[in-house]
Each structure stands twice: as C-alpha cells, then as structure tokens.
C-alpha cells in the first residue's frame, strides 16, 4: 500500500504453457480435501483479494488472508490445494472498530506459525485519520485459525512512530525476524524497508535497520516507495523480495539478497538488484504486480515447487486513486530458478489456467 501524498540445485519443474497442475489428494505435503475442491489453479486465484498471503498449516493445507476492497476487516480461507482457495469460504477473523486507534484503513494481513500459536500481522489506522497507519498483531486463542478466536494482542512499537506497515516475520538459525515498511524521519521517502530481531510475537528488540531505501528509478515512479516484503530462504542466501513506486501500472518488485550466514542485522548484508524482477506485461495483460509472498505446491513425482502469489490488475488505466480501484486480484505461477542460485521470477502470465511439466 502507499499512502497518498551457490550450492548446487535440486532439479525442478519448469512453467510451461498455462495451466498448473497440482498435487492429487494424498500426494506428499497434502491432505485429501472435499470433492469440490479443484487442484487445478486457474487466474486469478481469488478476486479482489490484494496484497495476498498464503501459509501452509501442519497438514499441508493453505491459508489465506489478504486486503480486502474496503479496507475494513481481516479475512481468511483455507483450502487442501492451493487452486481450491478460489471456491474456499470466507471466514471474518476481525473487523475494525467504529472509532479510535486501527478504526482507520486496514491493510495487509499476514498469517504465520509463531513459536506454536497463530499470528496474523496487519497494518490499520486511526478513526479520525485513516492514513495514519502503525503495524498491529492479533492472536488467535486455539490452534485452529478457521475456527478459534481472534484478538488485538498489541501495536508494534518501532523506534519512530511513523507511517509503518507490511510487517512480516521469519526465523533463521533459531533466530526470529521482523521485516517492514516505514517512513523515517529526515529521509525524503514514502517508506523504506527495515529489519530486527524479535523478543516474542509482537515486540521487536535490539537495533532496527535500515537494508532498502527507494532510489532507483523504478523505485520512485509515482510515489518513493519500498513496500510489502515477502521473504524466501534458498541455496544459501536469503531473499526478501519487496514492491516499488505506486499501486498502479507502475507498481513493480525488487530483490534484497543476502547470505544466509552473514548478520542480517547489518546493512552491508544486503544487495539490492539493479533492476526490477518483475514487473507489468502488456503482453499478457496484466499490470502493477506486486506485494507477493512464497508458497509451494508438490509435482506428480512428490517434488517441492516454489509458487509466487502476488496481485495485479487486468487493465492499464484507472479511474482516480488506484489504491481505491477493488481489481488487483491475488495470482500464482511458479516461481523458477537461475543457474547462480537466485530466483526467476520470470514475467506475469496470463489469465487462465496454469500447468507444471516435469
């Protein structure tokens, strides 16, 4: 969102054509799931479903939560196979509270697994100021996410209270990370991108650094922006893909790399790409990429395959604040990977149908 104002490689399958066949019920990683359920995937996976995030839960299944065209409540769907997130029910988790803090827009939500309880990450501003938007968590009181209760376990207090958002979490080497979005002070920029450790689910400790600053000029189309980071860990390097400039045709990706023994915490760990890893294709249709995360689904011979989920819009142009237009619909397509190690994201297919050949 914008406010206005190496090591050798296992083989893997490769993206051809247009359809992505997915694992059949009792493949490896998946649980055999209602007969309505597709295991084809067909794009868009969910419309209007923005900045959309997926996790896999203990039995394989998939979870899903992402902004919704009001801005007004956290949703969530599960499904046995990544393509039956499209027919999935709906379940409201929260909705934002008629005045006072988080009364305001709600952005981004994330669900992850947090040191063996539920955890969703969001983004929400005020009642009377619904741009002034701070990093929130909520906590779920069972182990089951579709099912359990869930409540505000506390605001993330960052070192400068400041427009922040698009937090998300890792662990690395029995370390926990947070990495987000915010606009520091005395630096010229929407939001820049920032990482620490973390105490428990909700609290950040020790240093808070700084690893992207908007600069190039893919960044700072529109707006100064470095958003929506989405973390992978492959090949002995850890990648934190991120969103740049604004939420229209321009809105584009970026790549962090670092190595995965170096200290994460320093800001010389970081390499920027030059140039965006993905980005609009005229060709098939679809515009302004962007804020994805990383999931996987097994072939037909029970092997891993990295997935993008992203959103994107099927049209160029837009009526008034593209923030405000409902049509990024969340997308997936299998993400590849180069001969050095580092992914390819390859261009946004187009709509329809996806397929894996091994």
Not at 166 to 190: C, H, K, M, S
Request: aromatic letters at 8%; charged letters at 25%.
């Amino acid at each position: 969102m914008v406010a206005p104002h190496g090591r050798p490689l296992r083989r893997r399958t490769v993206l051809t054509g247009s359809a992505l066949l997915l694992p059949a019920a009792g493949s490896p990683g998946c649980t055999a799931g209602p007969a309505e359920e597709e295991d084809a995937v067909e794009n868009p996976l969910v419309r209007r479903r923005a900045d959309p995030h997926v996790q896999r839960d203990e039995q394989g299944r998939y979870l899903m939560t992402g902004s919704v065209p009001q801005y007004d409540r956290v949703v969530l769907r599960r499904a046995h196979a990544l393509g039956g997130l499209a027919a999935a029910a709906e379940r409201t988790l929260w909705t934002r509270p008629a005045d006072g803090p988080m009364g305001g827009y709600v952005w981004a939500p994330e669900i992850h697994r947090v040191d063996g309880g539920w955890y969703v990450y969001f983004a929400a501003g005020d009642s009377d100021d619904p741009f002034r938007i701070r990093p929130y968590v909520l906590e779920a009181d069972g182990d089951d996410p579709m099912t359990a209760a869930w409540t505000v376990r506390d605001r993330i207090r960052t070192a400068f209270d400041t427009f922040a958002l698009d937090a998300t979490t890792f662990a690395l080497r029995g370390r926990r990370y947070l990495v987000w979005a915010q606009a520091e002070p005395g630096i010229e920029t929407n939001s820049n991108l920032y990482i620490a450790r973390m105490a428990d689910p909700s609290t950040l400790v020790g240093p808070e650094v700084r690893i992207a600053v908007p600069q190039a000029d893919w960044e700072t189309r529109g707006f100064k922006v470095d958003e929506g980071p989405a973390v992978l860990v492959r090949n002995g390097r850890v990648f934190i893909s991120f969103s740049a400039s604004a939420t229209d045709a321009r809105y584009c990706m970026g790549l962090l790399t670092a190595d995965e023994g170096s200290d994460l915490l320093d800001a010389d760990s970081w390499t920027k790409s030059p140039e965006p890893v993905f980005a609009s294709s005229p060709e098939h249709g679809q515009w302004g990429p962007g804020h994805n995360c990383f999931t996987t689904v097994e072939d037909d011979r029970g092997r891993t395959v990295d997935v993008l989920v992203y959103h994107a819009r099927g049209y160029e142009q837009i009526d008034g604040d593209p923030l405000f237009d409902p049509n990024r619909h969340a997308r997936a397509q299998v993400l590849g990977w180069k001969a050095d190690g580092t992914p390819d994201f390859g261009v946004p297919v187009a709509d329809g149908p996806l397929r894996l050949r091994t």
